[in-house]
């Protein structure tokens, strides 16, 4: 799980006159990625297409863009069927002629139809106005604008301006027309002239005669024709799409399967008579894969396992060769030439790098999202994806913990994996499946459904007669001990994370590198990351240390208790690690801290991220109590809160079948404050409220649980955990192969 599938480097060599064999059974078998001839050997050239290559790729062209203009996409196959070359040829020519002609057909119209739509938002304001349009223009002696602003001011700036005569308008709304002669030593544009300044917008008369309201009509009449006939085409294309769908779907895999084989040659080195293709396959299906080349060309070609990749302490990646070569080159093509890498031995193009199959069990393979959102793991560094499925889920259902919103992001995650084909949405469903299901956990564990404590009245107490359930949110003056116990658990947790990844990290740079190499760039992190916190959780300089620390995991009352003691939440006897070990643990911090400075110097100004990263954890507790508060605001809003006891013996209790009055006896206490009568209790009309509150409050939580509790656990997984070993950087797996989906070879 930790590392990726095994690769091993193969080379196929062999005749060039059963290279176009050799391609059909490598592309069957759909194993090999391919590694591109980079042209370093002498006398050797990247292969040629295979003939036909240039012409599949324009077929291919035009299929997809026939499938762009009729939109047509994997719904609309139809059954696998065989696509021959003579149904290429004539049926797909029939499709494109008629699809093209189509599209003109559409173009033409939706031109004129815009043209249209434009000219009738012109002329609008000249039917506003109610004036001919034959009566705006064509004068000798009158100079006349229309456009869109306000009359008085239209009519100020007329009025001033020199060289105008007569002078009169008309307006309707905001439209206005000015008709004005100028005097005869007037310029030409002097009504222009008028307006300038004036917040006011010329409008272009239509060329048209009679009412604007009948030029409009004229036009509207025609922008109904072409909508009739742009339908008519629509439905003429969907006719099309209907009859051609699966044709086409089918043609584009037959096309793009053509094109991937007689394009293969191009990643090959060839010469005149001989041809080596390399690239990476699983190991575990190197005999099935030479087997099937093997038995498609027989003797003519050799399959030969070159290197497999693998991880030891004399570099990074190292490609152990598994060959036994050693100057016999690999193969004699027909015609006697001999096949080898200069230098004789195991043919080899380039020293790349293996392309990473991720190894997880089905389970987990939903995370690889989480991780693939960084980047894919590289071939030589973990794959965190099985960490991330034990503690994405924990991390996100601890701060939420309430079974009602597990049992609905449960559903969401169900709907996102069972409705979609997506693979990300069918990751991305997983996911949310996990949190959903482990924030149902803690909230049993909690005993919270939609912030009401049901499950631990009738449950816990109830049922197994438990005095509490056990683990409680914290909020209760009653229960601030599970608040402080939250706290120190979040911090405990990413203590346990950070670990992890330092771990990690160690084993990376022990087999890459040296066990020096690890000790300075990750020993020395582990050394200060346990060595500080074990001081801190000591006895030494107790004095300077929260309380709480010692006495929330005490319970033998043994603890250095201060002022105001917190009552132990868990008496699992822990009251701080003596004063000796934590001195120890200070000893371990320094002696990490020199073994960085003397490793990794540039580092050593991060040293107080043991500190600080660890501290990060605590959002996690802050993220649980707001959440939890928020759920408690909303159902205070709507049943009300009523209060048991005083000081740190207060307890909360919502009024889900009545509410009490001060002095009355509830849960076995005096009530002693009432928080909020509730609206549910406040007559019929705020019970309408109190159910709009109650739904939009608790979608609210149901929604800010997605950005604040995930987004804080991916945080969590990103910043501090991938940060301490992962860089990522992965080569995908890509075989020289086609999954058919919409043909068939029988």
Same mark, same amino acid.
């Given at each position: 799980?930790?590392?990726?599938?095994?690769?091993?480097?193969v080379?196929?060599?062999?005749?060039k006159?059963?290279?176009?064999?050799?391609?059909?059974a490598?592309?069957?078998?759909?194993?090999?990625?391919v590694?591109?001839?980079?042209?370093?050997?002498?006398g050797?050239?990247?292969?040629?297409?295979?003939?036909?290559?240039?012409?599949?790729?324009?077929?291919?062209?035009?299929?997809?863009?026939?499938?762009?203009i009729?939109?047509?996409?994997?719904?609309?196959?139809?059954?696998?069927?065989i696509?021959?070359?003579?149904a290429?040829?004539?049926?797909?020519?029939?499709?494109?002629?008629?699809v093209?002609?189509?599209e003109?057909?559409?173009?033409e119209?939706?031109?004129?139809?815009?043209?249209?739509?434009?000219?009738i938002?012109?002329a609008?304001?000249?039917?506003?106005?109610?004036?001919?349009?034959?009566?705006?223009?064509?004068?000798d002696?009158?100079?006349?604008?229309?456009?869109? +602003?306000?009359?008085? *001011?239209?009519?100020? @700036? %007329?009025? $001033?301006?020199?060289?105008?005569?007569?002078? =009169?308008i008309? !307006?309707?709304?905001?439209?206005?027309a000015?008709?004005?002669?100028?005097?005869?030593?007037?310029?030409?544009?002097?009504?222009?002239?008028?307006?300038?300044?004036?917040?006011?917008?010329?409008?272009?008369?239509?060329?048209?005669?009679?009412?604007?309201?009948?030029?409009?009509?004229?036009?509207?009449?025609?922008?109904?024709?072409?909508?009739?006939?742009?339908?008519?085409?629509?439905?003429?294309?969907?006719?099309?799409?209907?009859?051609?769908?699966?044709?086409?779907?089918?043609?584009?895999?037959?096309?793009?399967?053509?094109?991937?084989?007689?394009?293969?040659?191009?990643?090959f080195?060839?010469?005149d008579?001989?041809?080596?293709?390399?690239?990476?396959?699983?190991?575990?299906?190197?005999t +099935?894969?030479?087997? *099937?080349?093997?038995? @498609? %060309?027989? $003797?003519h070609v050799?399959?030969?396992?070159? =290197?497999?990749? !693998?991880?030891?302490?004399?570099?990074?990646?190292?490609?152990?060769?598994?060959?036994?070569?050693?100057g016999?080159?690999?193969?004699?093509?027909?015609?006697?030439?001999?096949?080898?890498?200069?230098?004789?031995?195991?043919?080899?193009?380039?020293?790349?790098?293996?392309?990473?199959?991720?190894?997880?069990?089905?389970?987990?393979?939903?995370?690889?999202?989480?991780?693939?959102?960084?980047?894919?793991?590289?071939?030589?560094?973990?794959d965190?994806?099985?960490?991330?499925f034990?503690t994405f889920?924990?991390?996100?259902?601890?701060?939420?913990?309430?079974?009602?919103?597990g049992?609905?992001?449960?559903?969401?995650?169900?709907?996102?994996y069972?409705?979609?084909?997506?693979?990300?949405?069918k990751s991305?469903?997983?996911?949310?499946?996990?949190a959903g299901?482990?924030?149902?956990l803690?909230?049993?564990?909690?005993?919270?459904?939609?912030g009401?404590?049901?499950i631990?009245?009738?449950?816990?107490?109830?049922a197994?007669?438990m005095?509490?359930?056990?683990?409680?949110?914290?909020?209760?003056?009653a229960?601030?001990?599970?608040?402080?116990?939250?706290?120190?658990?979040?911090?405990l947790?990413g203590?346990?994370?950070?670990?992890?990844?330092?771990v990690?990290?160690?084993?990376?740079?022990l087999?890459?590198?040296?066990?020096k190499?690890?000790l300075?760039?990750?020993?020395?992190?582990?050394?200060?990351l346990?060595?500080?916190?074990?001081?801190?959780?000591?006895?030494?300089?107790?004095?300077?240390?929260?309380?709480?620390?010692?006495?929330?995991?005490?319970?033998?009352?043994?603890?250095?208790e201060?002022?105001?003691?917190?009552?132990?939440?868990?008496?699992?006897?822990?009251?701080?690690?003596?004063?000796?070990?934590?001195?120890?643990?200070?000893a371990?911090?320094?002696?990490?801290?020199?073994?960085l400075?003397?490793g990794?110097?540039?580092?050593?100004?991060?040293?107080?991220?043991?500190?600080?990263?660890?501290?990060?954890?605590?959002?996690?507790?802050?993220?649980?109590?707001?959440?939890?508060?928020?759920?408690?605001?909303?159902?205070?809003?709507?049943?009300?809160?009523?209060v048991?006891?005083?000081?740190?013996?207060a307890?909360?209790?919502?009024?889900?079948?009545?509410?009490?009055?001060?002095?009355?006896?509830?849960?076995?206490?005096?009530?002693?404050?009432?928080?909020?009568?509730?609206?549910?209790h406040?007559?019929?009309?705020?019970?309408?409220?109190?159910?709009?509150?109650?739904?939009l409050?608790?979608?609210?939580v149901?929604?800010?649980?997605?950005?604040?509790?995930?987004?804080q656990?991916?945080r969590?997984?990103?910043?501090e955990?991938?940060?301490?070993?992962?860089?990522?950087?992965?080569?995908?797996?890509?075989p020289?192969?086609?999954?058919?989906?919409?043909?068939?070879?029988?």
């Amino acid at each position: 799980m930790l590392r990726p599938e095994r690769m091993s480097k193969v080379s196929v060599t062999g005749s060039k006159g059963v290279m176009d064999d050799v391609v059909e059974a490598v592309h069957d078998c759909n194993l090999l990625h391919v590694t591109e001839y980079d042209g370093s050997w002498e006398g050797f050239e990247p292969g040629n297409p295979i003939d036909g290559a240039e012409e599949a790729s324009e077929k291919l062209v035009t299929v997809r863009s026939i499938e762009s203009i009729l939109d047509v996409d994997g719904e609309d196959a139809g059954p696998t069927r065989i696509v021959t070359d003579d149904a290429l040829e004539e049926e797909l020519e029939g499709i494109r002629e008629r699809v093209n002609e189509l599209e003109d057909r559409r173009d033409e119209i939706r031109t004129e139809l815009g043209s249209i739509e434009e000219k009738i938002s012109s002329a609008e304001p000249f039917a506003t106005l109610g004036i001919d349009l034959d009566l705006l223009s064509g004068y000798d002696t009158l100079d006349v604008v229309v456009g869109e +602003g306000k009359r008085e *001011a239209v009519e100020r @700036a %007329v009025v $001033d301006a020199d060289g105008l005569g007569a002078v =009169e308008i008309f !307006a309707e709304e905001s439209v206005v027309a000015i008709f004005a002669r100028p005097a005869d030593a007037a310029d030409e544009d002097v009504l222009t002239d008028a307006l300038v300044g004036v917040d006011f917008t010329a409008l272009e008369v239509p060329d048209a005669e009679g009412s604007p309201e009948e030029y409009v009509a004229d036009l509207e009449h025609r922008q109904q024709q072409l909508e009739s006939k742009l339908r008519t085409v629509e439905d003429e294309l969907d006719e099309v799409k209907l009859d051609a769908a699966g044709f086409l779907l089918a043609a584009e895999e037959k096309l793009s399967i053509d094109v991937q084989k007689r394009e293969a040659p191009l990643s090959f080195a060839t010469t005149d008579n001989a041809f080596v293709a390399e690239g990476w396959i699983p190991t575990e299906e190197y005999t +099935g894969f030479a087997a *099937a080349i093997t038995d @498609a %060309v027989g $003797d003519h070609v050799e399959v030969e396992e070159i =290197e497999r990749a !693998a991880f030891k302490s004399d570099g990074s990646e190292v490609h152990e060769d598994v060959t036994a070569g050693s100057g016999e080159g690999a193969a004699a093509a027909d015609g006697g030439e001999e096949i080898r890498a200069d230098g004789g031995g195991s043919v080899v193009m380039r020293d790349d790098s293996p392309p990473v199959i991720a190894n997880n069990p089905g389970v987990v393979k939903p995370f690889e999202v989480l991780t693939e959102a960084v980047s894919r793991p590289k071939y030589d560094e973990f794959d965190p994806t099985v960490v991330l499925f034990l503690t994405f889920p924990a991390f996100f259902g601890f701060m939420i913990g309430d079974l009602g919103y597990g049992a609905l992001y449960t559903l969401i995650g169900y709907f996102l994996y069972s409705k979609f084909d997506s693979d990300a949405f069918k990751s991305m469903g997983g996911v949310t499946i996990f949190a959903g299901l482990f924030t149902m956990l803690f909230g049993i564990l909690y005993g919270e459904i939609f912030g009401l404590h049901l499950i631990s009245t009738y449950f816990w107490e109830g049922a197994l007669g438990m005095a509490h359930p056990p683990m409680e949110k914290g909020l209760s003056p009653a229960g601030k001990s599970y608040a402080l116990t939250w706290l120190v658990v979040s911090i405990l947790m990413g203590i346990a994370h950070l670990n992890v990844g330092y771990v990690f990290d160690f084993v990376e740079n022990l087999e890459h590198h040296d066990v020096k190499h690890a000790l300075y760039e990750s020993g020395s992190w582990i050394l200060m990351l346990n060595g500080l916190w074990v001081w801190i959780f000591s006895l030494s300089a107790v004095s300077y240390k929260p309380g709480f620390l010692f006495t929330i995991f005490d319970g033998s009352g043994a603890a250095p208790e201060g002022a105001e003691a917190i009552h132990a939440t868990y008496a699992l006897g822990f009251n701080g690690f003596p004063e000796l070990v934590g001195l120890a643990g200070l000893a371990a911090f320094v002696i990490g801290l020199v073994l960085l400075a003397v490793g990794e110097p540039i580092e050593i100004i991060e040293f107080l991220n043991v500190l600080v990263n660890a501290l990060s954890y605590t959002r996690i507790a802050a993220v649980l109590l707001a959440k939890a508060g928020m759920a408690f605001t909303v159902n205070l809003l709507f049943f009300g809160v009523y209060v048991t006891g005083e000081g740190s013996e207060a307890a909360f209790h919502f009024g889900l079948g009545h509410m009490p009055h001060v002095g009355d006896m509830a849960h076995g206490h005096e009530v002693t404050e009432i928080m909020f009568g509730g609206l549910v209790h406040s007559g019929p009309a705020m019970l309408i409220v109190g159910l709009l509150v109650l739904v939009l409050g608790h979608a609210l939580v149901l929604a800010l649980g997605v950005t604040s509790a995930g987004l804080q656990a991916v945080r969590l997984e990103y910043v501090e955990f991938f940060g301490k070993f992962y860089q990522g950087g992965g080569r995908e797996y890509e075989p020289f192969g086609y999954e058919r989906t919409y043909t068939t070879e029988d």
